[in-house]
């Protein structure tokens, strides 16, 4: 028998295991480190309603000219780059976003004809269900200045939560965290 360290496969296992685990806390506080960083930066809830209440006009002169140049001016504060999509039920614009993986949230605004909650366009819609337009606001429930919805509501165990409030007339805040 050779004199030496010998190496079980037991252990071997444990080491993989104990890698995994200190990269993964690793990644995980490197994350919540960043977007607490981020936090103190980006352009949260009243940067976005002080720029849409303030340039209403202007956003709704982008929105009819399909032109949004002056609009992406006026977001220039984010630290992301700002994208804008335009749906059959309004036009969306995404501002800022957080967080990896399961610990993720969007923030930004939209603006919408009838002047009441949306679903973020179907482009990230948390919903379990199929709704557009007005009928929207029958799933969620007053809170705060808002609207919220919890997917705890139809999904056990579920976490995803859309809180939407109005800026001003046709233009709405929202918050998306999955």
Known sequence: MEKGRKTSKGFIIYQIVAFVFLCTTIIWNVTAASKSADQTVHMDKASIFEIVRNNASTILADIDADDFTRTMLLLA???ETPEITRTDDGVFFYCYGWGWASNTGYEG????????????????????????GPELIEHLE????????????TTPGGDNVYYTEKICDCFWYYCLEY
């Open 77 to 79: 504060s984010s630290p």
């Open 109 to 132: 605004f939209y603006y919408v004809p009838w002047d009441g909650p949306a679903e973020i366009g179907g482009i990230m819609s948390p919903f379990p269900f199929s709704v557009q």
């Open 142 to 153: 007053p809170e705060g200045e808002g609207w919220v919805w919890y997917e705890k509501q």
